[in-house]
C-alpha cells in the first residue's frame, strides 16, 4: 500500500480553497448584486489559473529540475476541469435556466459563448481519461497525443474571456500572456537554455 502523500492532501485542500470562498460568500451575501455574474467571473477565472498551473508543471519540472511537481499535474488538471463544471452549470442552471432553445442560440450566435463550449468539450475526454487505467489502455502516445488538446482548450479558454469583456482587457491578456510564456518554454531553444539556468540534468 502506498503511503499518503502530504503533498497531494495539501494541494487538495488549497484547490477547494475557492470554492469554499464562493460557499461562503453565497451564503453570507458577499457575491454583490448580481451573484450569477460573479459566480461566472470566479469560477471561470479559476478554471483559466488552474489550467495554466497544469501547464506550467512540465516547464517547471524541465527548466528548474523540479521532479516531484510532475506528480501533482492530475490534480491540478481535474480541479480545473471541476471549476469549469462549475462556470457552466453557473450558465446552463442560474443564467440561462435550462432553457436548451435559448441555450443552442446562445452558442451558435456568440462567439465567446462558442468558444468557451468548444473549449469545455475538450477538456471532457481529457478529464475521462486521467486515471492510469486509461493511459494503459489507450498507450503512452496515443493519451499523450490526446491530452495535447489541453493546449488549445487554455487558448480557448483565454479567447472566451478576451471576447466576453466589454472594459478592462487586463486580465485576460494577462492569462494570454502567462500562457504565450508556458507554450514557448516548450520549444527546443527554451530546453537548451535548461543547463545555463542550473537546472538538474534529472528528467
Not at 471561470?44 to 524541465?62: E, H, K, S, Y
Not at 488549445?152 to 502567462?178: E, I, Q
Amino acid at each position: 500500500m502506498r503511503s499518503p502523500d502530504p503533498g497531494k492532501a495539501a494541494l487538495f485542500l488549497l484547490c477547494l480553497l475557492p470554492l469554499g470562498g464562493l460557499l461562503w460568500d453565497a451564503a453570507s451575501g458577499g457575491l454583490g448584486a448580481n451573484p450569477v455574474e460573479a459566480l461566472s467571473r470566479r469560477t471561470g477565472d479559476w478554471t483559466l489559473r488552474l489550467l495554466l498551473a497544469t501547464l506550467a508543471v512540465t516547464p517547471l519540472r524541465r527548466l528548474a529540475g523540479w521532479r516531484w511537481i510532475a506528480r501533482q499535474r492530475r490534480m491540478l488538471g481535474l480541479f480545473a476541469f471541476f471549476y469549469a463544471c462549475l462556470h457552466v452549470a453557473n450558465y446552463l442552471v442560474l443564467d440561462q435556466w435550462l432553457e436548451w432553445a435559448e441555450i443552442v442560440a446562445d452558442v451558435l450566435e456568440r462567439p465567446w459563448v462558442t468558444v468557451g463550449a468548444v473549449g469545455f468539450l475538450l477538456l471532457v475526454p481529457l478529464a475521462a481519461t486521467s486515471t492510469d487505467a486509461a493511459l494503459r489502455r489507450l498507450g503512452g502516445r496515443r493519451w499523450k497525443r490526446l491530452h495535447r488538446a489541453v493546449y488549445l482548450a487554455a487558448g480557448l479558454g483565454v479567447l472566451h474571456y478576451l471576447w466576453l469583456v466589454k472594459a478592462d482587457l487586463t486580465p485576460p491578456l494577462a492569462y494570454g500572456a502567462v500562457l504565450a510564456v508556458l507554450l514557448l518554454a516548450r520549444l527546443p531553444l527554451a530546453a537548451a537554455l535548461r543547463p545555463a539556468l542550473g537546472a538538474p540534468s534529472g528528467r
